[in-house]
């Protein structure tokens, strides 16, 4: 049987004992090299596009540039390793799935996590990541917390989004979820063929929406077919009677 080829393996964290953990862990795996680490996004970019690894574990929460722009700048260098998120918060799911991610693991990490993770990882980079298909547009899917870790959440699935500052809260049916969105519009990243603004924080998913009508006050609620109703600011309603072709 042929000898793999070693996974070169960059791990960047802010915290000196989160990159001595990973670093034991990672002397238990077979076919890994450790090319270097870093603790801020500037030098893990600096050593990234140095030393060329195929795989970084990186932490998303750091000081200056986070996981996220770090993933985000590499993708477009020539490097453009695979990556790994690692961090403590899983409310930073929907940013990782965002940058195509190949895994999200939880701090502390555990041996097994870490194997499976590795394995996507050089399955992925096996298959040729130039061959794949390119990073969607728009946000497929959202990574939310559940009992067991982490559980992917299709955007066609959630009839309603609310946000606040740098929350988003994802509605589906009765059950919701809170994760951390990256700056910017409520809307940015999601499509628009697929969600429609009601007011300043609240999105609909267009085909969730069963129909609108005024309230006692006069004042026009959208109705989603779950049977909730969702008040609807002024400066928006003529949109939404545009999509039902009342406008």
């Known amino acids: 049987m042929a000898e793999q080829t070693p996974l070169r393996v960059m791990i960047v964290d802010d915290e000196p004992l989160a990159i001595e953990r990973l670093q034991l862990l990672l002397g238990r795996c077979e076919g890994v090299t450790l ?19 195929d795989l970084l574990l ?30 403590a918060f899983d409310n930073f799911a929907v940013a990782a799935f965002d940058v195509a991610a190949v895994d999200y693991l939880m701090k502390p990490v555990q041996f097994d996590r870490l194997t499976g993770a590795l394995e996507r990882a050089r399955a992925a980079i096996g298959e040729g990541r130039a061959r794949q298909p390119a990073v969607p547009r728009y946000v497929q899917e959202f990574w939310v917390p559940d009992q067991l870790g982490l559980v992917r959440l299709p955007v066609r699935e959630i009839d309603r989004i609310t946000t606040d ?49 005024r309230d006692a006050g006069g004042d026009w609620l959208a109705r989603l077919r779950s049977g909730e109703e969702v008040r609807m600011g002024h400066d928006h309603v003529s949109g939404v009677k545009r999509l039902l072709g009342r406008g």
């Open 35 to 53: 090319v270097g680490t870093a603790s801020d996004g500037e030098a893990a970019m600096e050593a990234a596009e140095a030393a060329e690894p």
């Open 58 to 87: 990186l932490d998303i929460a750091m000081p200056g540039k986070d996981g996220i722009e770090v993933a985000r700048a590499l993708a477009a260098s020539k490097a453009d390793p695979a990556i790994i998120f690692v961090t």
């Open 165 to 213: 500052r740098d929350d988003m809260r994802l509605h589906v049916g009765r059950r919701n979820w809170m994760v951390y969105r990256t700056a910017g519009a409520p809307e940015d990243g999601l499509d628009p063929e697929l969600f429609i603004q009601v007011d300043s924080s609240t999105l609909l998913r267009r085909d969730a929406i069963a129909g609108m009508a």
